[in-house]
């Protein structure tokens, strides 16, 4: 090898390391056998895994979590999916003006969407857990429409037109073609949002009570006062559980094609 | 015909359209109604008034605010433009199984989130985190000190937080350079520096640019970096607005900080938004 590239290379590993350093420092953490969050930990052993199972706050943010996150992409994959489909498939004017309206949510800092909602919310009195529902589709509905609009522009429309001159109705074309066609996009969308869902902090600082405190939310809040590695035992889980995910996207649709999605 | 059929198609962009304008339109607009209000012994008054912004413009304290979360934005988007740079490089030139393997390398970080690569940093910087003990134990210094709460701690955090944003955006640019004309270049004499500098860079500089503006954005408007890494005392835009809403009570005052967040925001965008228009870029987003 020449010098450059070795030293390219060597330059690579080093910005790979210092990306993944935090995250392989937590869960190095999360395997400690002693209370300390030195690292490295002297031993090894699950006792904080066990002690995060027995801590009903952390243990319900995840399922505060799952829930929201479940709920907001399959309410985003159905909302975006049929305007996707009007926007795609439409002639009509101001198309590319209702995909630009439904995309800027990604131009407005989160914290700043939290904050308007935290007040309009309380104007109308609605319940926690239906307001942070409502911000997490509004903040997941432009990767949706990207990843869709993206997927329908690219199916086949003649494929569609074909299943109608040879019998099907307008819509046995779109559950018997279209719907089939797409779904790479449709996996794509609801793992983008369900993670975008998922990793989310602000909407939960400002929208969320005690009931509905979300895991970011409740790791945050750990951080601050208490300092065994519990929360990391709880980052770990919350790792696994978009390794899984990655690992999924990957096997079914090929993850690594639908980069350019992502913002 | 066609036209009922044209018809259908709008009414299925009525919900998504409708939800929007209720808590997306709606609670912006409000927003930004309140930054207008006063506020005087806590309470929210009616009239309007510039009282906020003039605050923020005129108090050396927010000015001091301001300053630092640019000044921030602008050195974490310049490190993120030094260190994405060789990895996107990298992941254009790997073949294989290495490609999709160092995409996900890159991914993971970034779909964890936020909060808990911040633990992590806090793992690292403070005052018996990694770097005091690796230090202590080399001999370098006699007593730790916390890392955190300061400018370097906040910009290295927020270099990681935002690099995958950075690279990711690259990529595209980036694989399309034909690696012929590399080649080329060298071959017809060129020194690598030159080829760099004068070939292979001017072309993936739309790609740079709007990396460097995604990055730049979300570093203005960032939460979580410096409210755990900067802490209560090290205030950027965003944990001022924070904490003016949630903390300190005074709603309008936050609405303001939130406002101007937003403008500086819509500013970045807007203006590379010009700067790319017609480009391979621009094509890309719009399909």
């Not at chain 2, 108090?59 to 990895?87: N, S």
């Amino acid at each position: 090898m020449r010098p450059s590239s070795i030293l390219f290379l060597v330059a690579n590993v080093a910005i790979y390391l210092f990306l993944l350093l935090p995250v392989i420092i937590v869960i190095a953490i999360s395997f400690s056998g002693t209370d300390s969050v030195a690292f490295p930990p002297t031993s090894f052993s699950f006792r904080w895994f066990v002690r995060f199972l027995g801590e009903d706050q952390l243990v319900s943010a995840l399922m505060v979590s799952c829930g929201l996150a479940v709920a907001s992409s399959i309410i985003s994959l159905i909302l975006g999916g049929i305007a996707a489909f009007a926007i795609a498939r439409g002639t009509f004017w101001g198309r590319s003006a209702a995909l630009n309206f439904l995309m800027t949510p990604l131009m407005v800092p989160a914290l700043v969407i939290a904050m308007a909602l935290l007040e309009f919310f309380a104007f109308l009195g609605t319940p926690s857990i239906l307001g942070l529902l409502i911000g997490h589709v509004i903040i997941t509905l432009p990767y949706v429409m990207r990843t869709m609009v993206a997927g329908l522009t690219g199916a086949d429309m003649l494929a569609e037109q074909a299943a109608i001159s040879l019998g099907c109705t307008p819509l046995q074309a779109i559950r018997l073609v279209t719907i089939p066609m797409l779904t790479n996009s449709m996996v794509a969308s609801v793992l983008f949002s369900f993670i975008i869902s998922f990793e989310n902090l602000p909407l939960s600082l400002f929208l969320s009570d005690p009931d509905t405190v979300t895991l970011p939310m409740q790791i945050y809040n750990y951080i601050q006062w208490v300092f065994d590695p519990t929360v990391a035992a709880a980052a770990t889980i919350n790792f696994l559980v978009v390794v899984v995910l990655v690992f999924v996207a990957e096997r079914t649709i090929g993850l690594s094609r639908f980069m350019g999605v992502m913002k | 015909m066609p036209d009922r059929r044209q018809l259908r198609l709008k009414i299925l962009l009525l919900p998504s359209l409708a939800l929007m304008v209720l808590f997306f339109v709606v609670p912006l607009s409000t927003l930004m109604g309140t930054s207008f209000a006063d506020f005087q012994a806590g309470e929210i008054g009616k009239a309007f008034s510039l009282a906020n912004y003039l605050a923020l413009a005129q108090d050396p304290f927010y000015r001091q605010i301001i300053i630092r979360t640019v000044l921030i934005a602008t050195v974490t988007t310049a490190l993120c433009v030094v260190l994405g740079y060789p990895i996107a490089a990298g992941i254009v030139r790997a073949y294989g199984l290495w490609r999709p393997v160092l995409l996900i390398l890159v991914l993971m970080p970034l779909l964890i989130g936020g909060v808990i690569r911040c633990y992590g940093w806090m793992l690292i910087l403070d005052e018996h985190g990694l770097v005091n003990n690796l230090l202590l134990a080399l001999g370098i210094i006699d007593s730790p000190a916390s890392l955190l709460f300061g400018f370097w701690s906040v910009v290295i955090t927020m270099v990681e937080v935002l690099l995958p944003f950075f690279v990711l955006s690259m990529l595209g640019t980036l694989s399309n350079i034909d690696p012929l004309l590399e080649r080329a270049s060298l071959s017809l004499g060129a020194s690598k520096f030159q080829t760099f500098f004068q070939i292979i860079f001017p072309l993936a500089l739309p790609g740079v640019i709007a990396g460097a503006s995604i990055v730049f954005s979300l570093a203005l408007t960032i939460f979580v970096v410096p409210r755990i890494i900067g802490g209560p005392s090290y205030l950027m835009l965003s944990t001022l607005a924070y904490q003016q809403t949630s903390e300190v009570g005074n709603v309008p005052f936050g609405a303001a900080v939130a406002v101007l967040m937003l403008v500086l925001t819509l500013i970045v965008l807007l203006a590379v938004n010009r700067f790319e228009r017609g480009s391979d870029l621009n094509k890309a987003k719009a399909s």
